[in-house]
Each structure stands twice: as C-alpha cells, then as structure tokens.
Nanobody, 117 residues
C-alpha cells in the first residue's frame, strides 16, 4: 500500500504562516500529481492546490496568491506553504498523490490548521 504522513499543522494567528508537509511511502514507482484538499466543519471538501510531475501548479481562487505548493521528488514529499492565513482557512488539510500506472489516488490522514487570535 501507499501511505501518506502529514505534518506541520497547528494553531496560528491571523496573518501568520505555516508549512505543511506530506511524505509518501510504500509501493511507489513514480508519483504523478500531488495536491491538497481541505475540509472545514460543516462544509464540503474543497480542492485547494495541485502540482504535476512536470511542475505545473494550480490553485483554488480562495488561496491563490497566498499558498504555494511544491514537491521534493527525492523524498516523495509535497509541501504547502501557507502565508497570510485567515480564520476562514481553518480546516483539516488532506494531501493526495496519484501513482503512475495506477488509477488510484491515495490520501493522507489529515492535519488540523486553526487560524485564531
């Protein structure tokens, strides 16, 4: 199986920054897309960012200009740099990866981000 371990969440004040990481391990041959979703209490899951194997990135309008996604292929890790955080960014953040030659996507366990004074 493929396992994703997330870290970097926590409590931060409005305007602050956090960096989330998600490390993949297991039966991995080549990772295609890597990205992030989030889900706030009482709201549906929201896609927020993706980075392809070629390095192309895309972002949801709600985070564009504030968040940056990156990847380290040697470590099978995807990062999410979160800047100028707002209370509405409070959510559980889930990473995902797509594996080459597989139709399956794999998901992390989630990490809590709370933006509050």
């Amino acid at each position: 199986q493929v396992q994703l371990v997330e870290s970097g969440g926590g409590l931060v004040q409005p305007g602050g920054s956090l960096r989330l990481s998600c490390a993949a391990s297991g039966s991995i041959f080549s990772i295609k897309d890597m990205g992030w979703y989030r889900q706030a209490p009482g709201k549906e899951r929201e896609w927020i960012a993706v980075i392809t194997s070629g390095g192309t990135t895309n972002y949801a309008d709600s985070v564009k200009g504030r968040f940056t996604i990156s990847r380290d292929n040697a470590k099978n890790t995807v990062y999410l740099e979160m800047n100028n955080l707002k209370p509405e960014d409070t959510a559980v953040y889930y990473c995902y990866v797509g594996i080459e030659y597989s139709s399956n996507y794999y998901w992390g366990q989630g990490t809590q981000v709370t933006v509050s004074s």
